[in-house]
């Protein structure tokens, strides 16, 4: 289940609401001015999404390398990109 609560609340409850999503595995979405604007989530649940992440960067790499078309360096690449 995902609370709300505002930022104002949250600075008065801050160590209730980090309990409640450490150990209460909860979802809190902080809000200001009736707009959601982040959000607080376990460290599992954090852990859970950058697998996820990793799985789909494998995904497209894996993708891409199996393209057909022209290679070019790795250097060349990161110029037109601006890196």
């Known amino acids: ?3 709300s609560i505002s930022t104002a609340d949250a600075r008065m409850n801050f160590s209730d609401i980090v309990n409640k999503v450490a ?5 809190i979405v902080l809000t200001r001015r009736g707009k959601n604007i982040a ?3 376990s460290m599992e649940e ?3 999404l950058q697998q996820i992440e990793d799985r789909l ?3 497209d790499a ?3 390398v199996s393209e057909k078309g022209e ?5 060349e690449a990161w110029k037109m990109l601006g890196l």
Request: aromatic residues 4%; hydrophobic residues 50%; without cysteine.
């Open 1 to 3: 289940m995902t609370i």
């Open 23 to 27: 150990y209460g595995n909860e979802s």
């Open 39 to 41: 959000a607080l989530i």
């Open 46 to 48: 954090l852990e859970l």
């Open 57 to 59: 960067d494998i995904e």
């Open 62 to 64: 894996n993708m891409a």
């Open 71 to 75: 290679s070019i360096p790795a250097e």
